[in-house]
């Protein structure tokens, strides 16, 4: 059973930069056609995708982010992390990693994502 | 980008069936998943791909997809049904590709 924990700080200032970090085990974060995905939920809110890795080291991110966002992969550690700059309070929210399932399916001609494991979460809150 | 609207709630007595929809242009040629949160908790995978279940996901959840609408059907309401509902696809022609539904939060009354 794969299992996922996200570790960093709760409280990040204004304008520095968020750091999260995902552990995985039950499993080797390098093997297999997975992506590992960030995601996260401010209070009372929808989620939201921040980006993903694959075990190649290629990732992906949001566009809205794409400028302050860094996904890395630590395969001796079996980790991923998160690096996130410049944060405002908008940056308030639950950070959740996930395992991103993915293949294509040929007979329907189309990609098949979905998170089919996910950490407890992690309050980060930005704040002086 | 791609859009996914959800009904912002959806209410059901116990015993009966709830219907959460996820609409989205032509979201029947998409794969489609749905994820269950409680409050407090992390969401849970409760059928990927339009309509398969994950293991320890009881039957009475089942999905399907058609047209402009895929639905999320839960048979035989339970009071630990109630959560929040999300759908998700993944959209191959945008820059966002990873697209969550707005939720639907499902009460049992």
């Known amino acids: 059973q794969v299992q996922l924990q996200e570790s960093g700080p709760g409280l990040v200032n204004p304008s520095q930069t968020l750091s999260l970090t995902c552990t995985v085990s039950?499993?080797?974060?390098?093997?297999?056609?997975?992506?590992w995905s960030w995601i996260r939920q401010p209070a009372g809110k929808g989620l939201e995708w921040i980006g993903r890795i694959y075990t190649s080291g290629s990732s992906n991110y949001n566009p809205s982010l794409k400028s302050r966002l860094t996904i890395s992969l630590d395969t001796s550690k079996n980790q991923f992390s998160l690096k996130l700059t410049s944060v405002t309070a908008a940056d308030t929210a639950v950070y959740y990693c996930a395992r991103d399932r993915n293949y294509y399916d040929g007979q329907r001609g189309i990609g098949v994502h979905y998170f089919d494991y996910w950490g407890q979460g992690t309050l980060v809150t930005v704040s002086s | 980008s791609y859009v996914l609207t959800q009904p912002p709630s959806v209410s059901v007595a116990p015993g009966q069936t709830a219907r959460i929809t996820c609409g989205g242009n032509n979201i029947g040629s998409k794969s489609v998943h749905w994820y269950q949160q409680k409050p407090g908790q992390a969401p849970v995978l409760v059928v990927y791909?339009?309509?398969d279940r994950p293991s320890g996901i009881p039957e009475r959840f089942s999905g399907s997809n058609s047209g402009n609408t895929a639905t999320l059907t839960i048979s035989r309401v339970e009071a630990g049904d109630e959560a929040d509902y999300y759908c998700q696809v993944w959209d191959s022609s945008s820059v966002h590709p990873v697209v969550f539904g707005g939720g639907t939060k499902l009460t049992v009354l």
């Open positions: 039950g499993g080797s974060i390098s093997s297999g056609s997975y992506y």
């Open positions: 791909d339009d309509s």
